[in-house]
């Protein structure tokens, strides 16, 4: 897990406007990948209007803590287009487009007095896009900076690809995690061959 970008939800607002503000034409929202001049991913700034998928609090894939003394939820959203489509056929429609957005977490907030929140800093946005005529494998990964301009390709070298490859669990993605997707993969016999590997050693 890369190190975490702190920036505010309001920065997240107005950098958005500004970098459509300034395009010549602004994407449409419609839930599927658009790319600059560049091929480098704009960024899908109605995110929080589509499908919430689920909520992690401070995971972390290896056996270290994330981060001491920081707590984060990771959110994930979907397209609802491609979440109806999964629906129906247990897998990802080319154009798929997963938001990660990391949250901080906090205790003692307001009247809290145990359990804990999520609260307005972003720490991060990480977005896995499927475009099977772009992409070798299919899909790509992309990350980005409080400015929210146009993201770059993660490179394939990067351990993300090859872990996502290696524990996704349909279509190279961690369906393992939604759990309101799971018996929709199980129900359409979509779980990869090396999820079910996996689970079956444990």
Request: aromatic share 12%.
């Amino acid at each position: 897990m890369r190190c975490p970008r702190v920036f505010s939800i309001a920065t997240i607002a107005i950098a958005a406007l500004g970098i459509f503000a300034s395009a010549a034409d602004m994407p449409p929202l419609d839930g599927t990948p658009h790319y600059d001049g560049k091929g480098n991913l704009i960024f899908p700034s109605d995110y929080r209007q589509w499908v919430f998928l689920s909520s992690g609090l401070d995971m972390s894939y290896s056996p270290t803590a994330p981060m001491d003394g920081q707590h984060m939820f990771n959110n994930v959203f979907v397209p609802r287009v491609a979440y109806e489509a999964f629906l129906k056929t247990g897998t990802w429609p080319d154009k798929t487009v997963l938001m990660l957005e990391n949250r901080g977490g906090a205790v003692n907030k307001s009247i809290l007095k145990h359990g804990e929140i999520q609260t307005t800093d972003v720490m991060g946005l990480e977005v896995h896009v499927k475009d099977t005529a772009r992409f070798k494998g299919g899909w790509a990964f992309f990350s980005y900076d409080s400015n929210l301009k146009p993201a770059a390709e993660i490179p394939e070298t990067a351990a993300c690809y090859s872990c996502h490859e290696a524990h996704g669990a349909v279509d190279t993605t961690f369906v393992q995690f939604y759990p309101t997707l799971m018996p929709i993969a199980r129900h359409h016999k979509t779980l990869s061959t090396v999820y079910l590997a996996e689970t079956a050693q444990k």
